[in-house]
């Protein structure tokens, strides 16, 4: 697969990263994380070589879906090293949060905290960085695409008829720090009967493209409701990595080649 390049190279903050692109939502629970882990894996897959960031501070995801246990070290210039899972570069600004949390993450200092991490953290040269956001529209959403100047954002959303909303939230939020949104992913769309093969629409079909088409930006993919990839989720070790074969990763591969397409598209 080959990537634009949309970040500036040699920049202050992510100096060898090709790309850098946020996963968010408005509403929380709506499978951001999922997607930004199976995305990554899906990526490192097909040969990119991807950085995979959790954003989220209070309740970060990562470590539990990816099943990492150490900490990250630093090496003797005070840079942090990501930890590998799976081919992938992977931190946590959880790993940092523990005990400063009530302090450092609030208000003015937030900014200042979240740069000094972005700009510790070695990420060495990756065609892409997925940076796995907490929900809402709040202050480190905003901090973060004010310090990285993002390629854009995919917004994460579910096919119920109230979602329209909690997605214009989220390209709102971006419009006014000026990073495009490249498009949505709808997350649990279908459910594909074990026994009979047969895909079945809970909410309808059609659900995720009206969205796009009124907010106005592409459907990058749509994923499956699936109890394999949820409980692979929680055990550490996604499907990609479990059952590589597996039918659900194709969605995720598809959703990979979109975004990229996406980015050719910003260059
Ligand atoms: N396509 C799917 N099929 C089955 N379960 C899923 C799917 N997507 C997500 N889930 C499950 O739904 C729950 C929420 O997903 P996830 O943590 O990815 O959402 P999130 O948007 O990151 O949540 P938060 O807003 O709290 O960060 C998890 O238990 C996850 O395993
Ligand atoms: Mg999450």
Redesign the pocket.
């Known amino acids: 697969m080959d990537f634009p390049r949309t970040l500036p190279e040699g920049g202050d903050v992510l100096p060898g990263v090709a790309n850098a692109v946020a996963i968010a939502?408005a509403k929380?629970?709506?499978?951001?994380?999922?997607?930004a882990v199976n995305l990554a894996l899906a990526l490192a897959a097909d040969g990119a070589r991807v950085g995979l960031m959790d954003a989220?501070i209070y309740?970060p995801?990562l470590p539990l879906m990816l099943g990492l246990r150490d900490a990250p070290e630093m090496d003797d210039e005070g840079r942090i090293r990501p930890l590998q899972a799976h081919g992938v570069s992977t931190m946590s600004m959880g790993f940092l949060a523990e005990e400063d949390a009530p302090v450092i993450w609030r208000g003015p200092l937030l900014g200042q905290a979240t740069q000094q991490f972005l700009q510790q953290v070695d990420w060495g040269e990756l065609d892409i960085l997925l940076i796995?956001l907490?929900?809402g529209t709040g202050d480190i959403q905003l901090t973060l695409s004010q310090i990285v100047a993002l390629s854009g954002a995919v917004i994460?959303t579910t096919p119920q008829a109230v979602a329209l909303e909690d997605v214009e939230r989220g390209i709102a939020m971006f419009d006014k720090v000026e990073i495009e949104t490249l498009g949505i992913v709808e997350?649990?769309c279908f459910y594909v009967c074990p026994h009979c093969d047969q895909k079945h629409a809970l909410f309808g079909e059609g659900g995720g493209q009206s969205i796009a088409d009124k907010a106005g930006v592409d459907l990058l993919g749509q994923?499956?409701?699936?109890?394999r990839?949820?409980a692979a989720?929680?055990s550490g070790t996604p499907l990609i990595v479990s059952d590589p074969m597996a039918p659900q990763n194709k969605a995720f591969t598809d959703v990979g080649q979109a975004l990229v397409s996406a980015l050719s598209e910003l260059t």
């Open positions: 939502s929380g629970g709506v499978g951001k994380s999922t997607v989220d309740g995801s796995d907490p929900p994460v997350n649990m994923l499956p409701l699936d109890e990839l949820r989720g929680d």
